[in-house]
């Protein structure tokens, strides 16, 4: 399978839409089907005895891209011997040893692992003296010109529409160049450089004009944290301000995106404009939400005028407004319940979960140690509260997100309570005294996974739950000492089998926030994912229902929640503290992503505006609230 070019907006769903796209529902897939275009491309050019110019990208995007060409390589003799590659970019300056270098991440992600030549490769030398960066950037001008121009070229997207570091007011016209880069692109680098004062300045780039020349352009986009700048791109106007924008004028380019990262688009985020009004429970909430927001007014005050006004004229086709607006008030009215382990002895038809067990044995997945009193500390007091067993399990150690100053505080105080663990540590002192970024040492790893287990336990303690119920995993895919992971394998799909298994839960609950800047909850669902499903014909799992929660980045949009746990203001209090018990992170948080909140502060802002959006949609006014989405398996 490979993607047909369509000419953008020629269909009604996508009459919006200036730009080729094509979703995918997972990357994975999106990037086999692309990893297999630029293998025929490369296979026809062999048989024309030509080149094939390949531009190529860095970052997480086109990761799986790369790793499905070393597969076709190695499994199905794709040669790469007449592949001549050229690098969109380059951090500047940059040594080609470094780790964070464009250099070093192609060689490893593709280069290493084929038979390209090593004269075909062709990245920006970020190395060069500063006075030669100029006539560098022409010669590789001249090269591609030379060669005929670039026949493939790949992209990412960066959060402000960057392609390349064609940052936010690059020209229609620029060239390969050196560039200053934006605040916000270096804030997203800063994981990999262990924070934003070590992220260069500049960087070499290709330009807009060079970008636009190539004779096919593909774009990738994975996850919701792409999703604004791709909407602008696609449908908005031709801006510098998004230079992604300019492929508008591209007659061969295609963005390939993921459903999360396609979700402002309106063909996704309002298909009732475009003709595609499909008329589930979920889709005509959505539908009666948006309208409740664009009209300004609650639910059950919504009119017939309101409906046609505003495109949604085919909803009514099939029920009046007053229908439709009752049939979404109680939608979502049955979704808020004080009693998230179900009430007892009560009628449950009308509520989220089951009265039956009374008393739930509860598991509480938390990818990190903070992730579930940052995203369900409400909902975790009330179970507790409510007298169910509740367990958690602290899928991963954290221990990279413990700053070296966090962890030398620790030590020097170790290191004052007797002779003997003064000399043990005074090694370890040493070193941590003399560097800046994240070590591959273990004992050091050990203590700040420690450190992170010691500030879960007193948070844990402070909601009410014995250490028993808390179970440290901590999962072999993290525990690299980098922020780079390894794939997950059987053995992190067994630690979670069995305490799955041992416990026999009535309830799982676990994160479903995807938009996490290291990708780590992801890994982690994936696993639990893979697991029910291995597990599912058990008899005990007849019996389990699975909770996804959300929060620490992102909230479920309000047609999507099946349950709502409200907090009164002491609730919301008390939450604040449990998060507090994390102490290392708190205040400067290493990989806090691009919203420089607290934790405990977008988390609050986030409780509170979902509640104030169910006060606006007609239903009673509450502090705060967490939501939840059942997943079946």
Not at 382 to 400: E, F, K, M, P
Request: glycine content about 4%; charged content about 25%.
């Amino acid at each position: 399978m490979i993607i047909d070019y369509k000419s953008p907006g020629t269909l009604e769903q996508t009459r919006y839409e200036k730009i080729h796209s094509v979703i995918f529902d997972e990357s994975k897939e999106a990037s086999r089907i692309v990893a297999n275009e630029i293998a025929i491309l490369i296979r026809k050019k062999q048989k024309e005895n030509e080149s094939c110019i390949l531009g190529l990208a860095t970052g997480s995007s086109p990761i799986s891209v790369y790793e499905e060409l070393v597969r076709l390589h190695k499994e199905e003799g794709l040669s790469f011997s007449n592949v001549i590659t050229f690098n969109l970019d380059e951090y500047f300056p940059m040594k080609k040893v470094d780790t964070q270098s464009y250099h070093h991440f192609m060689h490893i992600h593709l280069f290493s692992h084929i038979d390209i030549k090593p004269k075909n490769i062709n990245i920006p030398n970020g190395e060069l003296d500063f006075n030669k960066v100029n006539s560098h950037c022409n010669e590789y001008e001249k090269k591609i010109k030379k060669l005929g121009g670039i026949d493939f070229q790949l992209l990412g997207i960066g959060s402000t529409g960057h392609i390349g570091f064609n940052e936010p007011g690059s020209n229609y016209s620029s060239l390969t160049r050196l560039v200053h880069l934006d605040y916000t692109t270096r804030n997203d680098a800063r994981k990999a450089f262990y924070g934003i004062e070590n992220v260069p300045t500049k960087a070499i780039t290709m330009g807009i004009n060079t970008i636009r020349k190539s004779k096919r352009v593909v774009l990738l986009a994975w996850g919701q944290n792409k999703s604004k700048a791709i909407s602008k791109a696609i449908e908005g106007r031709v801006d510098p301000n998004v230079p992604a924008s300019f492929l508008q004028n591209h007659k061969n380019a295609t963005f390939v995106l993921d459903k999360n990262a396609a979700s402002n688009l309106t063909r996704i985020q309002a298909p009732w404009k475009v003709g595609d009004a499909k008329l589930t429970l979920e889709s005509k909430a959505k539908a009666v939400i948006w309208l409740c927001k664009k009209t300004n007014k609650s639910i059950l005050n919504l009119t017939e005028s309101d409906y046609n006004e505003n495109y949604m004229s085919e909803l009514l086709i099939h029920q009046s407004p007053y229908k439709i607006n009752l049939e979404v008030f109680n939608k979502i009215d049955r979704t808020i319940t004080g009693w998230p382990g179900g009430k007892p002895n009560v009628d449950d038809k009308y509520r989220p979960e089951r009265a039956s067990p009374a008393k739930k044995r509860v598991l509480i997945f938390s990818p990190h140690p903070d992730d579930d009193v940052i995203s369900m500390g409400g909902t975790f007091d009330r179970l507790v509260s409510q007298g169910h067993d509740v367990h958690v399990a602290y899928q991963t150690s954290g221990n990279i997100a413990v700053s070296n100053s966090d962890v030398l505080k620790f030590l020097e105080v170790f290191s004052e309570t007797s002779k003997n663990v003064k000399n043990r540590y005074q090694e370890l002192i040493d070193i941590l005294k003399k560097s800046n970024e994240i070590l591959d040492n273990k004992e050091i790893r050990n203590i700040a996974s420690l450190i992170r287990e010691k500030e879960s336990l007193a948070a844990t303690r402070f909601i009410g739950i014995p250490d028993s119920n808390v179970h440290f995993l901590r999962l072999p895919f993290y525990e690299t000492g980098t922020v780079k992971k390894s794939r997950p394998t059987s053995l992190d799909s067994k630690i979670i089998r069995n305490i799955i298994s041992n416990l026999k839960p009535h309830q799982i609950y676990a994160a479903g926030d995807l938009a996490d800047p290291h990708g780590t909850h992801k890994v982690c669902l994936d696993i639990l994912f893979d697991v029910l499903k291995s597990i599912k014909e058990k008899s005990f799992m007849k019996n389990c229902w699975v909770w996804l929660y959300r929060g620490a980045w992102h909230e479920w949009e309000v047609h999507e929640i099946d349950m709502s746990i409200p907090m009164s203001p002491n609730q919301v209090l008390k939450k604040r503290k449990a998060i507090f018990y994390h102490q290392t992170q708190k205040d400067n948080v290493m990989f806090q992503g691009d919203d420089n909140r607290e934790f405990w502060v977008r988390t609050e802002d986030r409780n509170r505006a979902i509640a104030k959006t169910f006060h606006d949609l007609g239903m009673s006014d509450y502090s705060a609230i967490e939501t939840f989405k059942r997943h079946y398996f």
